[in-house]
């Protein structure tokens, strides 16, 4: 079983920045991609960034030049630090790790403040 578990989630005025952390522990042999998702009052879930076990990064346009992903391969942990936060960044920020199966976080709110 695999655990993940988000934190750095806060209230931030806009224009401000917040850094996300997730951790993916466990019985983890490999692990592939790690990514992030959000999910808005009243919307779908949808894809934020995603960073491959090489460092290879995709974002969203929605926040490319805004969002940078990395991750600690060593610790099973990925970043999602956000600068320039707008009101629209706000929603439940999901962590999604890769394994031989998908695993998922609780989530984590953001609150961007206009």
Same mark, same amino acid.
């Given at each position: 079983?695999?655990?993940?578990? +988000?934190? #750095? #989630? #806060?209230?931030?005025? =806009?224009?401000?920045?917040?850094?996300?952390?997730?951790?993916?522990?466990?019985?983890?042999?490999?692990?592939?991609?790690?990514?992030?998702?959000?999910? =808005? &009052?009243? $919307? +779908?879930? +949808?894809?934020? @960034?995603?960073?491959? /076990?090489?460092?290879?990064?995709?974002? =969203?346009?929605?926040? $490319?030049?805004?969002?940078?992903?990395?991750?600690?391969?060593? $610790?099973?942990?990925? *970043?999602?630090?956000?600068?320039?936060?707008? &009101? +629209?960044?706000?929603?439940?920020? *999901?962590?999604? @790790?890769?394994?031989?199966?998908? *695993?998922? #976080?609780?989530?984590?709110?953001?609150?961007? /403040?206009?």
């Amino acid at each position: 079983q695999v655990h993940v578990v +988000e934190s #750095g #989630g #806060g209230l931030v005025q =806009a224009g401000g920045s917040l850094r996300l952390s997730c951790a993916a522990s466990g019985s983890i042999f490999s692990m592939d991609d790690m990514g992030w998702y959000r999910q =808005a &009052p009243g $919307k +779908e879930r +949808e894809f934020v @960034a995603i960073i491959t /076990s090489g460092g290879t990064t995709n974002y =969203a346009d929605s926040v $490319k030049g805004r969002f940078t992903i990395s991750r600690d391969n060593a $610790k099973n942990t990925v *970043y999602l630090q956000m600068n320039r936060l707008k &009101p +629209e960044d706000t929603a439940v920020y *999901y962590c999604r @790790a890769r394994t031989s199966l998908l *695993y998922w #976080g609780q989530g984590t709110q953001v609150t961007v /403040s206009s």
